[in-house]
């Protein structure tokens, strides 16, 4: 049984929700048993995932039985699903049953925790043997572009992630995170399979009753994306002890460092764990993390492969970086998926990446072969002939004004677009004192909010031009 789920103790709690819900592994596997009756093995089925009972039934029971599910926001917008039915064609789809009103074309087939199995009348189609599950790639949670998962890159995710977390039965971990972002599914996935019990809350963190969920489940774990850390920040999180907490766990991008050390100082003075992961979606989530003992002396570094993976870092010339260097980072390991899909029929494509990745992200190896990310490949500009990184521009703009902002552009201009219109020239006049290029280089644009995925990533590809 997918996880080896069946090996856990029947009784125990394996995911409780905010909607009061609570299923045990038992009933867990003999759901997962039962739903083999209804959906087709090699089908792709749609789930619009809450982080709910329901929906965390719902996929690992798809996952059980080789249906092919497709993890996506219950709150897609509308036009966009629209456009990912039709690229795809779904055989199924697994949705809140309040949402099945607003899909005619569907037939119920089964219900069980306020979800619904529903048949869209697309016919089946053949997708690839090896293919298990697919994701949105990171921040465009509407394109048609798919990462392809095989089941062997979960499920090692899985037993690596929980080997490093040093996860057990007795944990709660608080699934905060969305499932159909992937590291929101990769602690669910982790801490199922050591038969821990996933605490699932679609609420807002800044919303009274997430909190008040919180405090009455015990939890263990908490995993954040920097976005979230910046709102337990003005929560004040770190005023309270929080004594069942063990561990605190960050990834989704670098934060800010004065939030960092917080963090990390109030784990190491309440004698809690504070732990730095790194992970892209084409790799299954998690593929380096910064061990607890270093948060301090390491700060800003991701640290060192998983256990089972494997990072390097190669030059211009694609030949492997010894020792200390900077380039692009790349990992190996058996959670490399299989590759892209933007159409159904590249869903019977096989294995395109065979366990290799080229990250796309420009990393510093230090002496003591610690990585740490300086940049992005295409998160850089050439103004004027001078090289500048779009992601150290927003620090600098953070770090001196205080501002969260987003940088893009081309080798032309930049823009940076901001909610503050009082800072427009403050900005021009850092970004130019700072890099020594002309200000006529730089452009403000001011935005009523930045866009953000619901794991609190910037959507660049939604800022205006």
């Known amino acids: 049984m997918y996880l080896g789920l069946e090996a856990r103790p029947r009784d125990r709690a394996a995911v409780i929700d905010d909607q009061g819900l609570s299923i045990s592994f038992g009933e867990l596997c003999s759901f997962m048993s039962e739903m083999k009756n209804f959906a087709r093995s090699g089908a792709v089925v749609f789930c619009l995932?809450?982080?709910?009972?329901?929906?965390?039934?719902?996929?690992?029971?798809?996952?059980?039985?080789?249906t092919v599910p497709l993890l996506l926001s219950a709150a897609i917008d509308r036009t966009q699903l629209a456009v990912l039915?039709?690229?795809?064609?779904?055989?199924?789809?697994?949705?809140?049953?309040?949402?099945?009103?607003?899909?005619?074309?569907?037939r119920a087939v089964f219900r069980?925790?306020?979800?619904?199995?529903?048949?869209?009348?697309?016919?089946?189609?053949?997708?690839?043997?090896?293919?298990?599950?697919?994701?949105?790639?990171?921040?465009?949670?509407?394109?048609p572009k798919l990462v392809r998962h095989k089941l062997t890159n979960l499920e090692t995710s899985a037993r690596y992630v929980s080997e490093f977390f040093g996860a057990c039965e007795d944990d709660r971990p608080m699934a905060d995170l969305p499932m159909y972002y992937t590291m929101g599914l990769s602690v669910i996935n982790s801490y199922l399979y050591r038969g821990a019990t996933v605490v699932a809350?679609?609420?807002?963190?800044?919303?009274?009753?997430?909190?008040?969920?919180?405090?009455?489940?015990?939890?263990?774990?908490?995993?954040?994306?920097?976005?979230?850390?910046?709102?337990?920040?003005?929560?004040?999180?770190?005023?309270?002890?929080?004594?069942?907490?063990?561990?605190?766990?960050?990834?989704g991008g670098k934060l800010k460092e004065k939030i960092y050390l917080e963090f990390a100082e109030y784990a190491q003075r309440t004698g809690k764990k504070f732990i730095a992961t790194y992970g892209q979606t084409e790799c299954s989530a998690r593929m380096a993390y910064l061990p607890p003992e270093y948060a301090v002396s390491k700060q800003g570094s991701i640290g060192k492969a998983i256990p089972g993976g494997e990072l390097s870092i190669i030059d211009d010339k694609r030949d492997f970086i010894e020792g200390p260097g900077e380039g692009e980072m790349c990992y190996c390991g058996p959670n490399v998926t299989m590759g892209y899909a933007e159409n159904r029929k590249e869903l019977l494509k096989g294995d395109e990446w065979y366990g290799f990745r080229h990250t796309g992200d420009i990393a510093r190896r230090d002496e003591d072969g610690f990585y740490f990310i300086t940049?992005?490949?295409?998160?850089?500009?050439?103004?004027?002939?001078?090289?500048?990184?779009?992601?150290?521009?927003?620090?600098?703009?953070?770090?001196?004004?205080?501002?969260?902002?987003a940088c893009a552009g081309d080798d032309r201009e930049m823009r940076i677009y901001v909610t503050r219109p009082d800072l427009s020239e403050a900005i021009v006049s850092l970004l130019s004192d700072t890099t020594g290029i002309l200000r006529t280089s730089f452009r403000v644009v001011v935005i009523d909010r930045l866009p953000r995925s619901g794991a609190g990533k910037i959507l660049y590809s939604q800022l205006p031009v």
């Open 49 to 66: 995932c809450e982080n709910s009972a329901g929906a965390i039934a719902g996929y690992l029971s798809f996952m059980d039985n080789g």
């Open 85 to 106: 039915k039709q690229t795809y064609t779904p055989p199924y789809m697994w949705l809140p049953e309040r949402c099945l009103g607003e899909f005619p074309e569907c």
């Open 112 to 143: 069980r925790y306020g979800y619904v199995l529903a048949e869209t009348g697309h016919r089946f189609y053949p997708v690839n043997k090896d293919l298990a599950m697919l994701l949105c790639t990171s921040g465009s949670t509407g394109s």
């Open 201 to 251: 809350s679609s609420k807002s963190l800044m919303s009274p009753e997430f909190w008040d969920f919180y405090d009455s489940q015990d939890i263990t774990v908490f995993t954040g994306v920097p976005y979230s850390y910046e709102i337990l920040r003005r929560l004040r999180f770190t005023a309270k002890e929080w004594p069942h907490l063990k561990i605190l766990t960050q990834g």
């Open 375 to 405: 940049g992005r490949k295409s998160r850089f500009l050439k103004l004027f002939g001078v090289r500048v990184g779009l992601d150290d521009c927003e620090k600098i703009i953070y770090s001196k004004l205080g501002a969260d902002c």
